[in-house]
C-alpha cells in the first residue's frame, strides 16, 4: 500500500540504515599472475560511520556522518531522525530493520512526535536485511564503486565518499525494484 502511493508520488517512503567504511578494501577475489602476490596495504579502523536513508524511487539519498569514534546510539539515532524529520515536505515512511537504536523505549517514545511532523516508521521483518535497499547500495559502493586506490588513504575514501553521495542517482546508480513489496 505505502509503496503504491509512492509511485503515484503521494508520499515518500524511505529506507534507513548505518554502516561503517574502513580502510579495508572489499575484494572478493583478484586475479593476478601464477607465481606473483599482491599487497594491499589496509587498515581496519573505521574511516567513517554513516546513518543514511535512501528513497530507491526518486534515488534521494540523505546521509548523516557519526562522529569519530561513535557507534551509534539510540540518542544519537533519535537527533538524525529529528533532523529528518524537520526537512520532510510531505508525508513521509522511514522503513527500519530491527537494531536495538531503532526499536529503544527512548526511541519509541519519540514515534508520535515524529507522526506530527508526517513521519512514520515501519520495520522489516527480523533477519532480513535482504528487502532494505540502501544495503544494496552499501554492497554496491564496498565492492563496485571503490577502487584499489580509494583505500590508499582516510582522505582519498573520504573524498571518494563523498563524491558518490553527492552524485548518487546520476553517476553512481542502481535499477531497484520494487516489485517483492507489492505482495
Known sequence: MYLSLANQGLIDIFFADETAFSLAPYIPYFWQKKGTQLAIPSVRTSVLKVLGFLNPITKQLVTYNLPEKTNLDSELFIKFMSDFASKITRTTIVVLDNATPHKSALTKSMFSTWEKQGLFIQFLPPRCPHLN???????????????????????????????????????????????????
Not at 554492497?139 to 563523498?162: A, G, I, Q
Not at 558518490?164 to 546520476?170: S, T, V
Request: charged share 30%; aromatic share 20%; glycine share 4%.
Open 133 to 183: 535497499p540502501i544495503e544494496i547500495l552499501w554492497r554496491r559502493m564496498k565492492y563496485s564503486w571503490f577502487s584499489v586506490s580509494d583505500y590508499r588513504s582516510k582522505k582519498r575514501l573520504l573524498k571518494k565518499l563523498k563524491h558518490i553521495f553527492k552524485n548518487f542517482g546520476e553517476s553512481y546508480d542502481i535499477g531497484f525494484t520494487m516489485e517483492i513489496f507489492n505482495n
